[in-house]
């Protein structure tokens, strides 16, 4: 107002009422020449910070490695995905390098990366949920604490973040921490999961909620609470029978409701994590498709371990890791014919490598190719190689050529004094041969060594029905089956042993038991319906 | 009217700026000095360990004992140099799990080691020197796995080889028949003045960890102190420096934890997890207990590197080096020393002979098809606990265990090595090395 006036009083013009009604234009006009000055300001500093933001982010982008260590795919990959985020280090192109550095197992331009991806779009959780796993990976607990929290304050219902958040609670010794980030990854959904990606099969498995209620278990048992952490791996074991964790946690708190079998030699798991699978699904690198091929083999997942190995084969083709797993898979699939040209590849890369040549020949073995088998085995065994050793003597046994194979089961035991296969296929050997009194110390040795293995119980209480010894028979039989209640060979022999013993009614018993596990079973079939025959 | 609209353009301008700034973690120093310095302490918080350094021929390096035939594999589980006869000279002492068997490396007068076999003990994984009987001479104590590859038969055992002073060793088993054992190590762990024992069973799915209480004349009463699968180490150290013997515990599997139990003086111990892998694969393959800082109380040097969590055995990206420094009241606070595919055996020495105590350590596992991927190489301390990666060798591959001491008697420690080619390629194949240490000036200090 008083510029107004003052501007009246100033010009000494005609009175106001006498002018047109322009009054307002200078007013708009300044008013858009101050909008569009402020608009040109502001966009100019839009533009001018954005390119020295985008300057800034581009000379802080991780160098390349070097030496590339990674096969040539990934190499490519990263080298595209480092040229297109200098070019523009949006957040898009900088995440997407990231993830190209972890998808090609280079953790520390990753990491850093990620970090670069989290400033340029801090409202995006995955940035910092990747870098998270990446720390964890190496051990940086504290690192990985922050990244996942930052998760979580991004995306509270995160149920993954929130179970490493309690793992690494619980690691520390932060056992209330651990606590609370397990309850709540027990009740929380993958439902804000990416979608399936193109390609990568998915892993059936164990839920999240089983994985979080397990670390609860063990915040129960390290607080003391025996009793509580047994209910709740019992109930864990009960709801998810194969989960192998679980089982021996249970087994080493002395509880008979865990099933030795499910944890002897199976390798933990971990949970299945759909935002990891899209790292997976990008990679060029293969020791990481192998790596979660072979998760995908201890779930059983057979589809998805096919498709990884498939895919570390375009990686690399010559290495003698890939072709090794792409035989063990075709294997797997009982497809003999493709895993034997794989372990050709393999010895053509490695010629000198006796596990190529033991696999070689196992599957030649198995195709009943037995020549072609002992020809490979020989080779092998110029290594001193137990295993190498055991599967000749396998191929000269089955070839009927005893003496031979019996020699090679013997250098199998001197390398490997623990090596029950061995002990007992000598047993079985003996015994055949109608030499039951020097099959019997092998199978006692061989139960002494792995006592859960039901065959040599088995064959054991075959020796001794074959020397007369009805009453050890009978405990060797019932000691398989307490074992496995279903091993039909077991309930055959024990009716045997039953039999000579006089107690018919418990016989005929275990022969109809063993019939009814195994429909075709011809010994037991035989035995019943001779105990069946009236006098 | 110019002024106020400069003013008010600048000001706009200058919000957004801030603004766009303020979205980022970078600084307004940032955007004008784009290229930034390289940061010592970045590079090691963001897990990269130092920039590698040039390779500086440290050691010089011979095979020793019997000779290797191209057909061979050899398997050495663990060496350690000790003066088993008491003659003055450092010899070795192997567990030799291709031959079933534990060695003695003798060195003679002329600095030649002629080898020896003490006694046949199926896998043995560890092996160490002690006179458990108190009667003056070295006995042998050895960790028996069974075989050296996973199984869950109960096949272990520790056993003592009992020198009978003229350097004659009989064997006698302390325990057998239980999960497969790794590690054994002696010390008084009830204050009563003879030898107990920690005892670490890798097992397979059904390890434990137990100390075996020496009730004298060779009778040991046995104490399980946890049943979990997959230990490696059982070491003997005042880990919370309170006078008595504590049992610092490595658990790999799919655990990754170190733990220790703590002694009360009297053989009860209380169980703390000090570190723990969120990472189940982490792949934990050796600890030493040593004052790595050099500040009086003893921290824990530590790799991971084991490469048995999938077939065929390979080196991970997230395997290397790292020391947990003791901070008091059983806290340890975790650092990262460097990367390196298949680390195993960490020992602690001072190299370089500059007072500081620098790291050297093994890798069975590399990238082997890479011919420059190292097999032994050293951390060089700077003083300030700040380490550079140097490359010792990369031929031969395949060492799984090393030790360290002055193997010459000239004051400088040397590195004993064993390989272990469980797996391909087997064109660089060793079984025992001495690296004699060639730094001029270096003297001994080690745990």
Known sequence: MARRKRATTV???????????????????????????????????WLVSTLLIGRAVAARLPRLPNPVTAPRLAAEAMAAADTAARRWPSAGATAELAMTYHASLSSSEAIKAYALAASRDPSDWRWPYYRGLLLEERGDQVGAQEAFSTVILLAPAHGLARFHLGEIAFKAGRLADAEAAYLVAQAATLTDAPAATDHLPPRRGIPLSAYASLGLARVQLDRGDRQGGSERLAAIVRAHPDFGTAHALLRRLGKGEADASLDDGRAYVPPSDPWLDTIVARSWHSDLLLKHAAIAGRTGATARREWLVRRALSASPQGLDVLLEAAATERAANRLSEAKDFLRQAEAVAPDDHHTLVEQGRTLSEMGRLAEAEAVLRRAIRVRDATAEYNLANVLDRMDRWDEAREHYDRAIAINPYHARAMNNLGIGFSRRGDPLRALPLYRRAIEVAPNVVDSYTNLSAALGALGRFPEALEATDAAIRLDPAAADAHSNRGIALAQLGRRDEARAAFETAVRLVPTHTDARRNLAAINRPY | ?????????????????????????????????????????????????????????????????????????????????????????????????????????????????????????????????????????????????????????????VVVLENNGRQQFTPRTLIDKVARVSDVEAGDLDGDGDLDLAVAQFGYDQGETRWLENKGNWQFESHLLQNLSGGINAVIADADSDGDLDIVSLISQEWEEIYIFVNDGRGEFTTTRVFGAANEDFGSSWISVVDLDQDRDPDILYSNGDAFDYAPPKGRNWNGVQWLENTGRLRFTYHRIGDYPGASSPQAADVDGDSDLDIVVVSAYNDWARPTAQSLVWFQNDGGMRFTMRDLANTPTHLLTLAIGDVNADGRPDLVTGGAHMSWPYDRLSRLMIWTNQWPGASAQQR
């Open chain 1, 11 to 45: 010009s000494g013009g005609p009175p106001l009422s006498a002018l047109p009604n322009t009054t307002r234009s200078p007013r708009v006009r300044t008013a858009l020449i101050l909008v569009a000055t402020l608009l040109a300001a502001a966009a100019g500093a």
């Open chain 2, 1 to 157: 009217m110019k002024r106020p609209l400069l003013t008010a353009a600048a000001l706009g301008g200058a919000a957004v700026f801030a603004w766009q700034l303020s979205r980022t973690d970078l600084s307004l120093r940032d955007l004008f000095d784009p290229s930034p310095e390289f940061d010592l302490q970045d590079a090691l918080a963001d897990g990269r360990g130092i920039a590698r350094g040039e390779p500086i021929a440290v050691f010089a390096p011979r095979h020793v004992g019997s000779v290797v035939a191209a057909d061979d594999r050899p398997l050495v589980a663990n060496v350690t140099i000790v003066d088993l006869d008491q003659d003055g000279r450092a010899d070795i002492l192997v567990a030799d799990a291709a031959a079933n068997r534990v060695v003695w490396l003798q060195q003679g007068s002329d600095s030649a080691f002629a080898e020896r076999d003490l006694a046949s003990v199926a896998g043995p994984a560890h092996v160490t020197a002690v006179d458990l009987d108190r009667d003056g001479d070295l006995d042998v104590l050895v960790a028996s796995l069974g075989v050296l590859f996973p199984n869950n038969a109960p096949i272990g055992a």
